[in-house]
């Protein structure tokens, strides 16, 4: 059995027992038909010590204040920032006994392709400030845990590099130009280098005001490039930063009838991103979606937007099952993964954690903070009396005292 010490040693051998050694490996159905015995197996670590917060720390020095503030900030006076972590506290988990759960399996599916755990690398961009190798590193570590990740229109590394060096689920996330064309080129290249599926952002008509980003003066390094985006996008935040490219080049006038032009592009599903109320939900999923993200954007853009937490319940109950939901913005520990999927999400998405992985540990980094999310999930699934992702109900979440919602849950 790995001992801290040992962990803690030699972390890449840690991993590798972590990984390799893992008995969740899902079958081809995606589904893990045994399950997890809800015991470590011999060659598994008792204990993952991860701390997001010691990553955190760590990739700041190592990163630099300019992309510190960048990776870190969100828009406003950041209220909205802790708020989404805060929310996840609004909610508790009402722990089952007696239930008989003798092995756990965290499997599942996003859009039909397996996974090994409901929670997958959110859409960040530039990631070539973190590590050399960019979305390259984060692709890998992805792929070795078994998770989907969703490659970033606005990453540094090209959409073709991600899919011949990591051969795990990827996502292709998109935002409407106001040149169609070149988001007409962007998703041909995803549809023809193995991505699944198309996540349109949408809460993006102008930047947010991102004012640590702003007040450092962010910009794109001259040995970086924005080489999925044909056009000017390299130039302008080279010059100007990412505010000017967001307000100057992405489509404001969205509407749901884009959600159609999208799909009409490729035989990919479109999954929408940045969906915040029941009615916009109801609205994605008429127009064809075959997925939503609930998502502020990591509250990068309304600071006085709701943290996603405490609206997921009425975005799944408005979406009843017709599409996937997703959710993101500041999940940082497993049980939340857990309330989560109780309230109703097919997964959830992790953005910082994911930066703050590569950043200090590169594909390695991302693969141990997947495998931790995914270890710790299955102790809260025993602990809450659930052996299978699909038996995780609404009764195991409760609202807690004092954050009561009438007329949504109890
Ligand atoms: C983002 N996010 C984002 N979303 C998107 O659709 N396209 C993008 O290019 C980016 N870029 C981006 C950069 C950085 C530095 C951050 C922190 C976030 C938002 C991201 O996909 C996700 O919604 C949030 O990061 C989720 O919140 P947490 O997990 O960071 O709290």
Redesign the pocket.
Known sequence: MWSFREWVVSPGAAYHAAVSAHPARTSASGRNSSGDDVRPSRGTPLVNDLSIEDMEREARTLIGEMAYA???GGADDERLLMG??AAWGHWQLHPRVLAGIRSVSTATSFLGSPVRSPVAI?????QGLACEEGEVATARGAAAAGSLM?L???ATCPLEDVAAEADGVRWM?V?ILRERARTEELVARAAGSGYRAL?L?VDAPVSGLRLREWRIGMHLPDNLALPNLAGDSTSSAREGGFMGVVTREFEPALTPDDIGWLAGLSSLPVVV??VQRSDDAARCVEAGAAGV?V??????QLADAPATADILPEIVDAVAGRAEVYV????RRAPDVLKALALGARGV?????S?WAVATGGSEGVARLLTWYETELRRAMALCGVGTVDAIERTLVRRTPGWEIPGVLS
């Open positions: 960048y990776y870190s989404n972590v959110a859409p960040t961009a530039i969703i970033s229109s606005l996330q935002y996540v952002t991103k940045g993200v998502s502020n954007h990591g509250a990068r993101d913005g500041g999940v998405l992790v953005g910082r954690p930066l």
